[in-house]
C-alpha cells in the first residue's frame, strides 16, 4: 500500500517542491534560478519516482481503499496486469525522456515550471495505472489533462496556448462523455471495481440493455478522444508538435496510452461478450480503421518531422484499438504488445526529432537531407525504430502487428476479419513511406551534397543515452516477446 | 334606541351644515372647523362602529319617524361605520398632508369655498353611506358630484377648468344612467326604500314578469355608479382631474369619492337586489371582464405615463378593476376582498398622492420624472412614504396591498370558471405595478450627480411629515393585523341581507 | 430564540449607520462581532433545535408568519451564516476604495436576516414574505455606486424578482386554498380530496409559480438581471448573487416542490418535464452566455446562472435522491462560486482590471488569488477530488436512478456544460499564468496579492472545497436524511 | 313587444328622449350643446316619472270634498321625486354653465376638443 501511494505521491510532491521553489523570476526579481540543483533535483526525484515504481510493480499485490468520496464511491487501488504493463511503459519512457531534457530545455524558459509538471504527470500516470475502479480512474484521467497541459503549451507561443487549449478541451470533452457512461455504469453495476468480464448485472442488460450499448459507445468515444481515435483526433497534431521534444515524446508514448487503458477498463466493465457481435464493435473497428488509415495518409503528407510523427501517432494508436475492438484473445496481446512497442519507439522517434531540432533547429523533412552523416548515432536509432513502427521483423513492432493481424483473421467477424489486416498492411506500406524518406536522404544525401560543410552535431550523452535505451527497448520487445506474453496473458483474464 | 344610533344623522347634518357655516368664516376659521368637523364625525363613528359591533346587528333610523316605506331611512351597520370612520380617517390624513400646498394652489379668496366644499363632500359621502333609500343616494350621489367638480376646479387653471367639465360630463352621464335606472325600479317595485324593493324584486324574480326591464335597470344602476367610479373604459376623465387638482383633492378624489360610488353599488348589489340575484345576472361577468381590462389597461397607461401624477391617476384606474373583478367573481370571498381592497386601496392613494407632492416640491414643481431625479434624498420623509405606497401597490408582505391580493386570489381559486383569468391577471398586473411604481422608486434614489434641482432643500413641515407617517402606519396596520378588518367586513356584509 | 437570530442583523445594521463611529476599525470589529455572534447563534439553533414551531404572528385566516428547524432550513441556515462572516470580514477591505459604507452595511446585515428568515420560515406564507424582502433589502445593495448603469440594473433586478414573485404568489394561494396547511412538510401538503379534478390548473400554476421563484434562480428566459446586476460591489455579488439571492430562489423551488406541492402530486406529470426541460436549456444556455462573456463578473454570472440550474435539475427530479443532489450541489457550489467571485473581487480591487483580456500574466504576480481561482474552477468544472464533482455525481447518480429519459438527456445536458465551464473557467487561469510569449511583464510589475482580511476567506472557502470533495461522507448522508425527512 | 309599445307610449318617448339627450352629452363637442343634452336627458327622466306617478281620472293627493279614498288619488311621490330631479337639475346645469363661462373667457371657444389642443399647445 505504501509503495503504491509513495510512488504516486512521491512525484507529485517532488514537482509541487520544485514549481514553488523554483518560481521564474519575474523581470525585476533578484532572485536567479540555480539550473545545475534543479536539474539534479529533477533528477534524483525521477529516479527515485522510478526506482519507487519499480518496487511497486514487484512487490505490491493488495488492494486497498484510500478512502470514500461518498459512502459508495471508494478511491480504491489495484495493480493487475493490465495496470502493470502500462506502468511498465511509463517507468522506462518518463526516465529517459526526463534526462533528454535536461539537455534539450537548457535554452528554454521557465524550466522549473517544465520539470514540476512533469514530475506531476509522472505521479499522476502512475496513479491511472494502479487505480482500482473506474472512479479512481477518472478522477486521474482528468489530473493527466491537467498537468499534461503546461507541458503542452510550455513554450507559450500563441500557437502553443492555442494548440493547449485544444488538447484541454477534448481531452475534457471525452473526460465528459466518458463520465455520462460512468454515471449509468454506477446504477447498472454492483460496483465499480474493475474486471476483465463485465460487471453489468443481468437484471440491468435485460432492462435496458439498448441504452447501455448507447452509453458503451458514448464512452468509447470519451476516451477514445484521448487515444486520437477518428473523429475526435483533431487535437492531437496540433498537441503533439508545438511542445517540447521530449513533452511530446511522452505524450505520444505515455499519456495517449491512457486513453487506450482506459478502453481496455471500459471493455473490462461491460464484458466483451455484451458488446462482441452489437453494432457498437461494429462502428467502433471501423472508427478504427478510418482513424489507421487516415491517420498514416496524413503523415505520408506532412512535411513538419514532428507533426508527421504525431499523425503516426493517430494512426498506430488504433492499431491498438483495433485489436481491442476485435475483442479476441490473440488480437488483444497484439494490442498491449503494441502498446509496449509503439510506446517505446514512438518516444525513441521523437527524441531523435528533438535531438535534430536541438542540434540544427530543422523542422521540415527535406531539410533533413545529409542528416545521418551529421548525427550518426541518433539518425541509427530513428532508422530502427522506423523500421520497428512499419513492422519490420524482429522489432517490436511486427510482433504486436502479427498478433493483430491473426487475432483479426480468427475472430470470424464478419468483413473485418479481413478487412482489418488489409488495412493494416496498407498503413504499413504507408508508414515505410512516411518514416523511410527521412532515413535514406539523411543517410544517402545524394551526389550534390556538400561534404565539405558536413560537421559532427552528435548530441551529448544526456540525450543519446535515453534514445540508445529506447530503441534497444522497443527491439527486446520484437526479440523476446515472451517476457511479456505471461503478463499479457494475465491482463486478458483481468488478473 | 340608544342615542348613539343618532350619530350617523348628527354626522352628516353637522358637515352639512357646517360647509354653511364655513362660507362665512374667514378661511383660518374655516380650516378648523372643516378639521374639527372631520375629527367629531371620525369620533361618532367609531362610537357608532364599538357599539354596533357590541350589539352585533345593524339599526335603522328614521328620518322624522316616517315609517317604511314612506319616510326616509338612514341604515347603520359595521360596514357603514367602519366605513364612514375609514372615510373620516382618510379625509383627514389627506387634508392634513396637503394644506400646505394650498396657499399656493388655490387663492385666497376661495379659501373658505374649499373648505366648504370639502364638509359638503363629505356629508355627502356619509349620506351616500348610511342612506337606506335609493332616491336620497341620487341627490347625494349629484352634491357628491358637484362638490367634487368644485374641488377640482378650486384649483383655477385651464386643465382643472378643462378636467372639471371632462369629470362633469362623465358624471352627469353616470348620474342620469343612474336616476333612470332606478325610476324603471321604482316604478317596478313602487318603492324606494332599498329594503323594499328588495323584497319585491324577489317576488318580481319568484314570478317570472318584468325579469327584463328589472335587469335593464338593474344594469343601468350598474353602468352609471360604473362611470362614475371610473371603471375602464370610462376612465377617461380619471387622469386629468386627480393630475391637476390641489394635493389634497386629488388624494380625496382617487381615494374616497369614486370609493363612495363603489360602497353605493355594494348597497345596491346587496340591499336592492339581492346578492343571489345579482349574481345569477350576466352582468357580473360584463364587470369582470371591464375589472381584467381595466386592471392590465390602467397599468399599461402608466407605464407610458411620464408625470408622476398622472401616473398614480393611472393607477387608480388598474386598482378600481381589481375592486370590480372582486364584484365579478361573484361570491362573498370576491365582495370581502373587494372591500377590503377599497380601505387599502383608499389608504395607499391618499399616501401616495402626499407624497409625491412632497417630491415634487423638492424638484422645483415639475412632475416630470427626469426632474425627480434624487428627489428622495432631498425630501427623505416623502421618498420613504413613497417607497411604502409604492410596495403596498405592488402587493408587498407587511403592507395592506399583499392582503387584499391574497384575498383577492384566495377568492378567485374558488370561482371555477374565472379563477385562471383571474389569477394570471392578478399575476400580470402585479408584474405591470412593479414596473412603473419601481422605476419611480428607482428614480427618487438615484444618484443626486446629474439631477437638476439637486440644490433645492427641503423644509422640514411637521405636520406633513406627521401625516405621511401616520399613512405609512395605517397601510401597514391593514397589512398585518387585516384579520380583524376582515372580520368586520364579513360581519357588515352578513348584516346587509 | 428563532426570531432573534432574524432581528439581530436588522438591529446590528440599523445600528451602523446611527452609531457614530469614530474610527472605521470600530465599525468594523462591532460588525464583525455582531455577524459572528448571529452565526454562532444559528448554528447553536441549528444543532439544539427543537420540532416546535414559534409563531410570530397571526395573518389573516390561517395564515401565520412563524419559524421553525427542519432539515431544509438546516441545510441553508447553516449554509448561510457560515458564509456570511467570511463574506462581511471581505467587504470590510473591499469597501474602501467604496462610497457610503454606512448604507451598505446597513443593507447588507439586513440581507443576513432577511436570508435566514427564508431559511427558517416554517411556511409558504412566510417564506414568500421574507422572499420579497430580500428583494427589497438587496435593491440598495445594487444601487450602491448609483452610476446609471447600477440603476438600470436595479431596476431591471426589481421588475424581475417583483413580478417573479407576483407569479409565485399564485403557487402560494394554491396551496393555501388546496393544502391542508401551508406548513412545509416534506411530501406535500394537497389536500387529495380538495384536488381531485383540478390538477391540471394545478400544474399551470405550478409551473408558473416554479419560473416565478425561478427569476430568483435565474431560470431561463429570466436570468438577464443576474449579470446585469454584477454592477454591485462584489461582496454583494458574490454572495448574494452567487449565494443567498439566488440561492433563496432555488431553496423556494425545494421547499415549494417537495414540501408545498409534493413529489407525489408532481412526478410524471407534465410540469415536471415543462420545468425540467427549461431548467436543461438554462444550463447549456448559461455556459454557452459565459463562454462568449469578456467582463469578468458578468462571466461568474452566467456560470452561476448554469449552476443554479444544476441544483433545480437536482430538485426537479423530485426523488428524495434528486433532493440530495440538489442539496450537495446548493451547498457547494455556494462555496466553490463565492470562492471564485471572490478572486474576481480581488483581482478588481488589486488592479482594477474587469475584462478576461486584461488579466493576462497576473498569476505571477497574485499566486495566492490566482491558484485559488484554479482550484474553484476546477472544482466548478467538476474535477474528482473536488467538492463540484460529489454534487454533480449525486446530481447525475438521481438522474439515472430516476428512469425518467429526459433526466437522461439532463445529464447530457450536465456533462456539455461541464466542459463549456471548463472553457470559460480554464481559459482565465491560462491567461493569468501562461500570458504568452511576448507578454510585457512591466504591465503587472506593482500589483501583488490583497492583504488577509480578503485572503482569509479564501483560504477557508478553498480548504473547504478540497476538504468536502475528499470527504464529504457525514454531509452527504446529513442531506440523505434530510430528503427523507429524518432530520 | 310593438304593442306593448303602443301601450306604453309615455314611457317609450322618455325612452328615446333620454337616448338623445345621452348621445348628445356624451358626443357633441359643443359645452352649451352638450349641457341642453344634459336637459334633455334629465327631462326625459321626469316625463317617465310623470308618466308613471299620473293614473287617468285621478286627481292629485289633495283632500277637497273630504274624499279620502286611496282609488281617488295618484301617488304624489313621483311628483315629488320630479321636483326634487329638478332642483339636482338646474344646480348641475348653473353649474356646467358657469364652467363653460370660465373656459370660454379663458380659451375664447366652446368647443371642448379645440380646448384641449390649446391646452396641449400650452404643454402643462
Redesign the interface.
Known amino acids: 500500500m505504501y509503495l503504491i501511494l509513495s510512488s504516486i505521491f512521491f512525484p507529485i510532491l517532488a514537482g509541487l517542491f520544485l514549481l514553488i521553489r523554483y518560481r521564474t523570476p519575474l523581470p525585476g526579481e533578484k532572485r536567479a534560478i540555480d539550473r545545475k540543483a534543479l536539474t539534479t533535483l529533477t533528477g534524483i526525484f525521477l529516479l527515485i519516482t522510478a526506482a519507487l515504481v519499480a518496487a511497486a510493480l514487484l512487490h505490491a499485490k493488495e488492494s486497498f481503499t484510500l478512502f470514500y468520496l461518498t459512502k459508495t464511491l471508494p478511491i480504491y487501488f489495484r495493480i493487475d496486469s493490465v495496470g502493470r504493463l502500462f506502468s511498465m511503459l511509463a517507468v522506462i519512457v518518463l526516465p529517459c525522456a526526463g534526462f533528454f531534457s535536461f539537455e534539450y530545455m537548457k535554452h528554454e524558459e521557465r524550466e522549473s515550471r517544465y520539470y514540476g509538471f512533469y514530475l506531476l504527470a509522472f505521479g499522476v500516470l502512475n496513479a491511472l495505472c494502479s487505480a482500482g475502479n473506474l472512479i479512481t480512474f477518472y478522477l486521474f484521467f482528468e489530473l493527466l489533462t491537467m498537468t499534461s497541459m503546461p507541458l503542452v503549451l510550455h513554450s507559450c507561443s500563441r500557437e502553443a496556448v492555442m494548440a493547449g487549449l485544444k488538447y484541454l478541451f477534448y481531452s475534457l470533452c471525452g473526460a465528459y462523455a466518458a463520465l455520462f457512461g460512468i454515471y449509468f455504469l454506477y446504477q447498472n453495476c454492483d460496483s465499480l471495481a474493475f474486471t476483465a468480464d463485465g460487471a453489468l448485472r443481468a437484471s440491468s442488460i435485460a432492462e435496458h440493455g439498448g441504452f447501455l450499448l448507447v452509453t458503451a459507445f458514448v464512452m468509447l468515444l470519451g476516451f477514445g478522444v484521448k487515444a486520437g481515435m477518428f473523429p475526435m483526433h483533431a487535437w492531437l497534431p496540433t498537441a503533439h508538435p508545438v511542445a517540447p521534444a521530449p513533452a511530446s515524446a511522452v505524450l505520444s508514448a505515455v499519456i495517449v496510452k491512457a486513453g487506450v487503458l482506459a478502453i481496455i477498463r471500459v471493455l473490462g466493465m461491460f464484458g466483451r461478450d455484451f458488446l462482441r457481435g452489437t453494432w457498437v464493435q461494429s462502428v467502433w473497428i471501423s472508427l478504427t480503421l478510418v482513424t489507421v488509415f487516415m491517420g498514416s495518409l496524413l503523415a505520408y503528407r506532412e512535411p513538419v518531422l514532428k507533426k508527421r510523427l504525431a499523425y503516426s501517432t493517430v494512426s498506430q494508436l488504433s492499431y491498438i484499438l483495433f485489436g481491442l475492438a476485435v475483442m479476441q484473445e490473440t488480437a488483444f496481446t497484439g494490442a498491449l504488445c503494441h502498446v509496449l512497442a509503439h510506446g517505446f519507439i514512438k518516444s525513441s522517434l521523437f527524441l531523435c526529432a528533438g535531438a535534430i531540432i536541438y542540434k540544427t533547429g530543422k523542422t521540415r523533412v527535406e531539410e533533413l537531407r545529409g542528416i545521418g552523416k551529421e548525427m550518426p548515432l541518433t539518425m541509427w536509432c530513428f532508422t530502427i525504430a522506423s523500421l520497428g513502427l512499419i513492422g519490420i521483423p524482429p522489432t517490436g513492432g511486427f510482433v504486436s502487428k502479427w498478433y493483430l493481424a491473426l487475432g483479426s483473421l480468427k475472430s470470424g467477424m464478419p468483413v473485418f476479419d479481413v478487412l482489418g489486416p488489409v488495412i493494416l498492411l496498407v498503413s504499413a506500406l504507408l508508414t515505410a513511406g512516411y518514416l523511410l524518406p527521412p532515413v535514406i536522404h539523411g543517410f544517402f544525401p545524394g551526389a550534390d551534397y556538400d561534404y565539405g560543410r558536413l560537421q559532427k552535431k552528435e548530441p551529448c550523452r544526456l540525450m543519446t543515452v535515453p534514445i540508445f535505451i529506447l530503441t534497444t527497448a522497443s527491439v527486446f520487445i520484437g526479440l523476446f516477446p515472451d517476457c511479456v506474453s505471461g503478463i499479457i496473458a494475465a491482463a486478458f483474464t483481468g488478473r | 334606541m340608544d342615542f348613539i344610533c343618532n350619530f350617523p344623522f348628527f354626522s352628516i347634518l353637522i358637515s352639512l351644515f357646517s360647509g354653511t357655516i364655513c362660507s362665512v368664516l374667514p378661511a383660518k376659521a374655516a380650516k378648523a372647523v372643516n378639521r374639527l368637523v372631520i375629527a367629531a364625525v371620525g369620533l361618532m363613528s367609531a362610537v357608532l362602529l364599538l357599539y354596533l359591533l357590541s350589539t352585533g346587528e345593524s339599526f335603522i333610523y328614521w328620518m322624522g319617524h316616517f315609517p317604511a316605506p314612506w319616510g326616509n331611512e338612514i341604515r347603520a351597520g359595521v360596514l357603514e361605520a367602519g366605513m364612514a370612520l375609514f372615510f373620516c380617517v382618510i379625509m383627514y390624513l389627506s387634508m392634513a398632508g396637503g394644506a400646505h400646498k394650498l396657499p399656493g394652489e388655490v387663492v385666497e379668496s376661495k379659501h373658505s369655498l374649499y373648505y366648504i366644499l370639502v364638509n359638503l363632500l363629505l356629508s355627502s359621502l356619509l349620506a351616500l353611506v348610511y342612506t337606506n333609500d335609493m332616491f336620497t343616494a341620487y341627490v347625494f350621489v349629484e352634491i357628491n358630484t358637484i362638490s367634487a367638480c368644485g374641488l377640482i376646479m378650486i384649483r383655477q387653471v385651464g386643465r382643472t377648468i378643462e378636467a372639471a367639465v371632462r369629470y362633469m360630463i362623465m358624471s352627469l352621464l353616470g348620474s342620469g344612467l343612474l336616476l333612470f335606472g332606478l325610476c324603471i325600479m321604482y316604478d317596478l317595485t313602487g318603492h324606494l326604500l332599498m329594503s323594499n324593493i328588495k323584497e319585491s324584486v324577489a317576488l318580481i324574480m319568484a314570478n317570472g314578469e318584468y325579469q327584463i326591464p328589472l335587469i335593464v335597470a338593474v344594469a343601468l344602476m350598474c353602468i352609471g355608479l360604473c362611470i362614475k367610479s371610473a371603471l375602464f373604459p370610462f376612465h377617461s376623465w380619471l387622469p386629468d382631474a386627480y393630475g391637476y387638482s390641489t394635493v389634497s383633492s386629488a388624494a380625496i378624489l382617487s381615494s374616497l369619492v369614486s370609493k363612495g360610488y363603489i360602497f353605493l353599488l355594494i348597497k345596491i348589489i346587496y340591499r336592492v337586489i339581492g346578492f343571489d340575484i345579482f349574481n345569477s345576472t350576466r352582468i357580473i361577468d360584463v364587470l369582470f371582464v371591464f375589472g381584467l381590462m381595466g386592471m392590465i389597461f390602467g397599468s399599461l397607461s402608466a407605464i407610458k405615463e411620464n408625470d408622476i401624477r398622472r401616473m398614480i391617476a393611472f393607477s387608480s384606474v388598474a386598482q378600481i378593476g381589481y375592486i370590480y373583478m372582486g364584484f365579478g367573481m361573484g361570491t362573498q370571498a370576491g365582495m370581502v376582498a373587494s372591500i377590503f381592497h377599497i380601505l387599502s386601496h383608499a389608504a395607499t392613494k391618499s399616501l401616495l398622492f402626499i407624497a409625491a407632492i412632497g417630491l415634487t416640491d423638492v424638484s422645483g414643481g415639475s412632475r416630470k420624472f427626469i426632474d425627480l431625479t434624487g428627489a428622495a434624498y432631498r425630501n427623505k420623509w416623502a421618498g420613504v412614504a413613497f417607497t411604502a405606497g409604492s410596495l403596498s401597490m405592488v402587493g408587498i408582505p407587511l403592507f395592506s396591498g399583499f392582503i387584499s391580493k391574497l384575498l383577492f386570489a384566495q377568492a378567485a381559486v374558488q370561482v371555477e370558471g374565472k379563477m385562471l383569468a383571474s389569477l394570471i391577471v392578478l399575476g400580470i398586473s402585479t408584474v405591470l405595478n412593479a414596473v412603473y411604481f419601481m422605476k419611480t422608486v428607482i428614480r427618487i434614489y438615484t444618484s443626486e450627480q446629474d439631477a437638476p434641482y439637486r440644490s433645492i432643500t427641503f423644509r422640514d413641515r411637521k405636520g406633513y411629515t406627521v401625516v405621511l407617517v401616520c399613512s405609512v402606519l395605517l397601510n401597514v396596520i391593514l397589512g398585518v393585523s387585516s384579520q380583524p378588518v376582515v372580520d368586520m367586513i364579513g360581519q357588515g356584509l352578513a348584516m346587509f341581507a | 430564540m428563532i426570531v432573534s437570530v432574524i432581528l439581530i442583523p436588522f438591529i446590528t445594521g440599523i445600528l451602523v449607520p446611527v452609531i457614530p463611529f469614530r474610527k472605521r476599525w470600530q465599525k468594523e470589529v462591532f460588525l464583525e462581532t455582531a455577524v459572528v455572534l448571529n452565526s454562532i447563534l444559528v448554528w447553536y439553533l441549528l444543532l439544539h433545535h427543537s420540532d416546535s414551531t414559534f409563531l410570530l ?5 390561517n ?1 401565520n408568519i412563524s419559524f421553525r428547524v427542519d432539515g431544509m432550513s438546516m441545510v441553508f441556515a447553516g449554509l448561510v451564516s457560515a458564509l456570511w462572516p467570511f463574506a462581511t470580514l471581505y467587504a470590510f477591505e473591499y469597501m474602501t476604495k467604496e462610497e457610503n459604507e454606512n448604507v451598505f452595511f446597513l443593507f447588507y446585515t439586513l440581507t443576513y436576516g432577511v436570508t435566514l428568515g427564508i431559511a427558517l420560515a416554517a411556511n409558504l ?1 412566510t417564506m ?2 421574507f422572499y ?2 430580500l428583494t ?1 433589502v438587496t ?2 445593495l445594487v ?1 450602491h455606486t ?2 446609471r448603469e447600477a ?1 438600470l440594473a ?2 431591471k433586478y ?2 424581475y424578482s ?2 417573479g ?3 409565485a ?2 403557487g402560494l ?2 396551496v ?3 393544502g391542508s396547511t401551508t406548513d412545509f412538510i416534506l411530501g406535500g401538503v394537497l389536500d387529495p380530496a380538495k384536488t381531485a379534478g383540478k390538477n391540471n ?1 394545478l400544474l ?2 405550478y409551473v ?1 409559480a416554479f419560473l ?1 421563484f425561478g427569476v430568483k434562480a435565474a431560470v431561463c428566459p429570466f436570468n438577464s438581471w443576474l449579470p446585469q446586476a454584477g454592477v454591485a460591489p462584489t461582496p454583494v455579488t458574490a454572495l448574494l448573487h452567487a449565494v443567498a439571492v439566488v440561492k433563496s430562489g432555488a431553496f423556494a423551488i425545494i421547499r415549494l416542490t417537495y414540501y408545498s406541492f409534493g413529489t407525489d402530486f408532481l412526478q410524471g406529470t407534465w410540469a415536471q418535464d415543462v420545468v425540467m426541460a427549461v431548467v436543461m436549456f438554462t444550463i447549456v444556455y448559461g455556459c454557452s452566455r459565459a463562454v462568449k462573456e469578456t467582463h469578468l463578473k458578468r462571466r461568474l454570472a452566467y456560470s452561476t446562472i448554469s449552476n443554479l440550474s444544476y441544483i433545480l435539475f437536482g430538485a426537479v427530479i423530485m426523488t428524495p435522491l434528486g433532493l440530495v443532489g440538489a442539496l450537495t450541489h446548493l451547498v457547494f457550489h455556494a462555496i466553490m462560486k463565492i470562492s471564485s467571485f471572490f478572486c474576481a473581487g480581488a483581482v478588481m480591487h488589486q488592479t482594477d482590471r474587469h475584462y478576461v483580456h486584461e488579466l493576462n500574466g497576473l498569476g ?2 497574485m ?1 495566492r488569488v490566482f491558484g485559488i481561482f484554479t482550484i474553484s474552477a ?1 472544482a466548478l ?5 473536488l467538492a463540484g ?2 454534487s454533480k ?2 446530481l ?2 438521481a ?3 430516476s428512469g425518467n429519459p429526459l433526466a ?1 438527456g439532463g ?2 445536458c450536465l ?2 456544460s ?2 463549456l465551464t ?2 470559460y473557467m ?2 482565465i487561469v ?1 491567461r493569468a499564468f ?4 511576448d ?1 510585457d ?2 504591465t503587472v ?1 506593482d500589483i501583488r496579492d490583497p492583504n488577509w482580511k480578503m485572503l482569509l476567506p479564501l483560504f477557508v472557502f478553498t480548504v473547504c472545497i478540497v476538504l468536502f ?5 457525514p454531509i ?2 446529513f442531506f440523505m436524511s434530510v430528503a427523507a425527512g429524518a432530520v | 313587444m310593438g304593442p306593448n309599445l303602443l301601450a306604453n307610449y309615455g314611457e317609450a318617448v322618455s325612452a328615446i328622449l333620454f337616448c338623445i339627450g345621452f348621445t348628445n352629452l356624451l358626443l357633441q363637442t359643443n359645452l352649451i350643446k352638450k349641457i341642453i343634452g344634459l336637459n334633455i336627458m334629465d327631462s326625459a327622466i321626469y316625463l317617465f316619472l310623470a308618466e308613471k306617478g299620473y293614473i287617468a281620472g285621478r286627481a292629485a293627493p289633495i283632500v277637497v270634498d273630504g274624499v279620502t279614498s286611496v282609488e281617488a288619488y295618484i301617488n304624489p311621490i313621483p311628483s315629488g321625486l320630479v321636483l326634487t330631479g329638478i332642483v339636482v337639475s338646474v344646480s348641475v346645469t348653473a353649474l356646467m354653465l358657469s364652467l363653460t363661462i370660465r373656459l370660454y373667457l379663458r380659451y375664447h371657444t366652446l368647443d371642448l376638443d379645440e380646448i384641449s389642443m390649446q391646452l396641449k399647445r400650452e404643454g402643462k
Not at chain 3, 470533495?469 to 461522507?473: E, I, L
Open positions: 404572528a397571526h395573518f389573516t385566516g395564515l406564507l414568500y414574505f420579497e424582502l427589497l435593491v440598495p444601487m448609483l452610476t440603476v436595479s431596476r426589481l421588475y417583483l413580478g414573485a407576483a407569479f404568489f399564485l394561494i394554491m393555501i386554498v388546496y390548473v399551470l400554476i408558473m416565478g505571477y504576480k499566486p476546477l468544472m467538476g474535477v474528482p477530488g464533482f460529489i455525481w449525486n447525475a447518480g438522474a439515472v436512478e437522461w445529464i447530457a456533462l456539455v461541464a466542459l471548463a472553457v480554464l481559459t491560462v501562461f500570458p504568452g510569449k507578454f511583464y512591466s510589475s470533495g475528499v470527504y464529504s461522507q452527504v448522508d
